[in-house]
């Protein structure tokens, strides 16, 4: 069978591990030549080897997304190294657990940056390229949170930003379409990353009662592959996967 994104080219940001890793993994099974970004570099050699070595094609590009001298580094090499851009997935973040009260300005703004303007920054050079390109256009797939609906308690930057990334999203798909850019969110619960493996949870499944349920990366990546190789004048605008024993999301039952 063929492989779904053969002959494409992505960018995965936050690929050294969770879901962008996952994502990056499921691209690069599917044919497309996959552009690994995160800052350590030797998780990146890593995630391309194991890549490699079951015939896939991945790129490290260790790179802080915060950057704005290392985005345009970053999108200059995806560019030299394979012509042109069809995906790109703005993935990497950090989550935030701190009491309004104590929360200080650097702090703030450490998270906005990460979370938003890393997303603006590759955005915009994304959109540079696929303006220009032939076919012209291309997806961007944001990472956004179910806390962009229900907030968790003491999360005030994190749910800021996940509530500026919808806002991002539907702007850059309103925006794009003169270039045949097209955007997409999506809003995941609990999935294992390192935002799990913090709280205790090394392993995807069931835990103690049904609502410890935490999913697999990999799920998640389904999602952002439907959304990646759907015909490029549809839309999967907004996804929300979540394990279906979330009450803190959907209560009462
Ligand atoms: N896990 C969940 O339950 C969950 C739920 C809802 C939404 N999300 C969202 O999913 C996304 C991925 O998170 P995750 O859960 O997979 O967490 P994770 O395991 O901590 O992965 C975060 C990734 O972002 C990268 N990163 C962080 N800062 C960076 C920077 N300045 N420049 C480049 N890369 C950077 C990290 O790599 P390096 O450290 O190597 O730079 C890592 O690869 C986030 O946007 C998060 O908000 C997660």
Not at 32 to 38: E, H
Not at 165 to 181: A, E, N, S
Request: glycine share 8%.
């Amino acid at each position: 069978m063929a492989k779904q994104m053969q002959g494409k080219v992505a960018i995965v940001t936050g690929a050294s591990n969770g879901i962008g890793r996952a994502i990056a993994e499921m691209y690069a099974a599917e044919g497309a030549r996959t552009v690994l970004v995160a800052r350590r570099a030797e998780v990146l050699e890593e995630v391309a080897a194991g890549i490699r070595k079951t015939g896939g094609e991945a790129l490290p590009a260790p790179t802080d997304v915060t950057q704005e001298d290392q985005v345009t580094a970053l999108f200059d090499k995806a560019m030299k190294a394979y012509g042109r851009l069809d995906v790109l997935v703005n993935n990497a973040g950090v989550a935030t657990h701190i009491n309004t009260e104590d929360i200080d300005l650097k702090y703030w703004k450490e998270v906005l940056d990460i979370n938003i303007t890393a997303a603006f920054l590759c955005s915009r050079a994304a959109i540079r390229i696929m303006k220009n390109q032939q076919p012209q256009g291309g997806r961007i797939i944001n990472m956004g949170s179910v806390s962009a609906k229900t907030p968790r308690p003491d999360s005030l930057p994190y749910t800021t930003t996940k509530y500026a990334i919808q806002g991002m999203t539907h702007q850059l798909t309103m925006d794009g379409r003169k270039y045949g850019v097209v955007a997409s969110i999506i809003h995941p619960g609990a999935t294992l990353s390192s935002f799990t493996t913090r709280r205790g949870r090394t392993e995807a499944g069931a835990g103690d009662k049904p609502e410890d349920f935490v999913m697999a990366a990999e799920e998640v990546a389904k999602v952002a592959l439907v959304m990646a190789t759907l015909p490029p004048e549809v839309n999967l605008y907004e996804a929300t996967i979540l394990p279906n024993h979330m009450r803190s999301f959907i209560g009462r039952g």
